[in-house]
């Protein structure tokens, strides 16, 4: 397998565009999450999905934030409008339920600055 | 709420010595697992070993390996024989059983001097 696979790997945009985060599971893990790190806060956890359904959103910072998984082999992290203070690196991880003492397996992340 | 705390923010250690990075937790439950994941100038977040709450033997994988104090409620991480390919960002993380979850700690930035 090829690992969860994130792109872009770097983003540059202006304040005010949207912007569209991507993730590919892999194959057969059933639970999803999206992290961001910055320096300030560290890790966190916007959001994670089971079977492609959100379970846990009460990391999302604002509305401005949208994650969906329409299948499960495809996520998205839409941010719109973005702003600056939405610079961070974006980490898209999965895990395998009946594994979960395994941990995640975390994609390469997006580097995302606003400008 | 669960917490994990990194005390260190940056380590330094001489080429083939041995450092311990600390991590201490905050938890009410009895079954949950801990992780030391390692983040190299590359990004990626890499899980170097993983320790279950309920077993006493201490984790090792190769030249790392835990001290897992559940009563003090600490998880350090023991670098033998450091290289330089050990330099990154070390996250302690914390998941409780049954959840999927993971707390992660602020992290330690080991440095390997040659």
């Known amino acids: 397998d090829a690992g969860v696979i994130q792109s872009p790997r770097h983003e540059v945009t202006e304040m005010g565009q949207e912007v569209t985060l991507r993730c590919k599971p892999i194959s057969g893990h059933d639970y999803l999450f999206w992290y961001r790190q910055t320096m300030m806060r560290g890790l966190e956890l916007l959001i994670y999905?089971?079977?492609?359904?959100?379970?846990?959103d009460s990391g999302m910072p604002e509305d401005r934030f949208s994650a969906k998984m329409p299948n499960a082999s495809f996520s998205t992290l839409k941010i719109q409008p973005s702003e600056p203070r939405d610079s961070a690196v974006y980490f898209c991880?999965?895990?395998?339920?009946?594994?979960?003492?395994?941990?995640?397996?975390f994609g390469s992340g997006t580097r995302l600055t606003v400008v | 709420a669960q917490t994990v705390t990194q005390s260190q923010p940056e380590m330094s250690v001489q080429e083939a010595e041995t450092v311990t990075l600390s991590c201490t937790y905050d938890?009410?439950?009895?079954?949950?697992?801990l992780f030391w994941y390692k983040q190299p100038p590359s990004r990626q977040m890499i899980l170097v070993i993983r320790?279950?709450?309920?077993?006493?033997q201490n984790a090792t994988e190769n030249r790392f390996s835990v001290n897992f104090q559940k009563a003090a409620k600490s998880f350090s991480l023991k670098i033998s024989d450091s290289q330089l390919g050990d330099a990154a960002m070390y996250f302690c993380?914390?998941?409780?059983?049954?959840?999927?979850?993971?707390?992660f700690g602020q992290g330690t930035r080991l440095t390997i001097n040659p």
């Open positions: 993380a914390y998941k409780i059983q049954g959840a999927q979850k993971l707390v």
């Open positions: 938890t009410s439950e009895s079954d949950y697992y």
């Open positions: 320790q279950e709450a309920y077993k006493q």
């Open positions: 991880a999965s895990s395998l339920w009946e594994r979960g003492a395994q941990g995640y397996t």
């Open positions: 999905f089971n079977n492609n359904v959100p379970i846990d």
